[in-house]
Each structure stands twice: as C-alpha cells, then as structure tokens.
T-cell receptor, first 117, second 112 residues
C-alpha cells in the first residue's frame, strides 16, 4: 500500500523557537495533503488543507501565521510551528490523498510528537 | 457545523464478548471511515463505507452504514485482547473532499 512518512517522529524544542515537520508521500503523488493535531487522549482535529502549488486553507480557529504550511511538490508538504509555546505541544499527523483508479484514497503518516519546553 | 459523535467513549469488556460502537453524524455524508489507533501511534485504516446499507467485515470487526439515520456501527465479535485500542470514526466533509471530521474516539479495553 501507499506509504506516507513524517520527519521527525519526535522533537523537543524550547519555547519561542520554530519547528518544521515534513510529510512525504513515498510512492505516489499527492496533490492534496492534510494536517491534523491530536492532544493527549483526544480526537484528531483538522488544521489545514495543503494543496500543491497554492496557499493552504486553514480551518476556523487555526492561526495561519503560526502554523505555516508549504506544499512545494507533489510529494512533500511541510508544517512549520513558529514561535512555539508549551500549548503547541501535541501529536501532529499528516495525511496524503492519492487518486486511484476507483477514486481517492487517503493515507496517514506515522505522526510527529512535538514537545515545547 | 458537522458533528461526529461516538458512543461509548470507553469500553471495558471481557474476552469472548460481543459489543457495538456507535457513530452518529449530524449532516449528510456518504463516506465514512473507521480507524484504529494504538497508544503513541498513528491511524490504521479499518473500513471505508461508501453507500447506504454498506457492510464490511474483517476478522472480528464488522462495520455498517445507514446514511438515512446518519449512523454507523462497528461491531466486535468475540473480542480478544489484541483488539484493545482506540477506534475512531470519521466523516468526509462535503462528500469526497478528503477533509475528515473525527469522532471523539472509543477506547476499547479487552480483559483476558
């Protein structure tokens, strides 16, 4: 099956610094990728939709200047958490949408655990 | 606003027992997903239900979809410890956009 990777798998950073998380589709092209955030023992919350070659669209309540998304190619989307604070500590999961013969399928990455100290 | 609600949120059961997890959603959608998540891990796709009356089964898990009632069920038959995990249902906004709204998750604990 299709594989989506994320890097890093975990990261610890100091408050006020920025962190970049990469999401790659390894064996397919993804015109659309999605970024989700999951707090401990909670559900996944859609943050934004990342489209190759265009600006990301953000869900209500998500600060676009804080969570910068770049979809530079058909296999790579990046999420940069700028000026991170402890409340940004979370599990960030990306998914990539693949167009198959029978329609679309969506594949999730393994997630990146961010801890801001 | 689309809401997806699961019931129950926590389920503790003995091995060998049967149980059902319910997933209600508030607006029309004909694409519903079930995922499994183990602690510290990402999501594992279990089922995609695409039409009213759809039923899919894999091992001890069976999922169904009633689009008229806006209800999906995940039935567990003769539970085993390996099924212990958190199960999420998710609905695609506006049909097939790929933008998923997740339920709260149901944490299943199967006791030996």
């Amino acid at each position: 099956g299709a594989v989506v990777s994320q890097h890093p798998s975990w990261v610890i950073c100091k408050s006020g610094t920025s962190v970049k998380i990469e999401c790659r589709s390894l064996d397919f092209q993804a015109t659309t990728m999605f970024w989700y955030r999951q707090f401990p023992k909670q559900s996944l919350m859609l943050m934004a939709t990342s489209n190759e070659g265009s600006k990301a669209t953000y869900e209500q309540g998500v600060e676009k200047d804080k969570f910068l998304i770049n979809h530079a190619s058909l296999t790579l989307s990046t999420l940069t958490v700028t000026s991170a604070h402890p409340e940004d500590s979370s599990f960030y999961i990306c998914s990539a949408r693949a167009e198959l013969a029978g329609g679309f399928e969506q594949y999730f990455g393994p997630g990146t655990r961010l801890t801001v100290t | 606003e689309l809401k997806v609600e699961q019931n129950p949120l926590f389920l503790s059961m003995q091995e060998g027992k049967n149980y059902t997890i319910y997933c209600n959603y508030s607006t029309t959608s004909d694409r519903l997903y079930w995922y499994r998540q183990d602690p510290g891990k990402s999501l594992e796709s279990l089922f995609v239900l695409l039409s009213n009356g759809a039923v899919k089964q894999e091992g001890r898990l069976m999922a169904s979809l009633d689009t008229k009632a806006r209800l999906s069920t995940l039935h567990i038959t003769a539970a085993v410890h390996d099924l212990s995990a958190t199960y999420f249902c998710a609905v695609d906004i506006l049909g097939n956009t790929g933008k998923l709204i997740f339920g709260q998750g149901t944490t299943l604990q199967v006791k030996p």
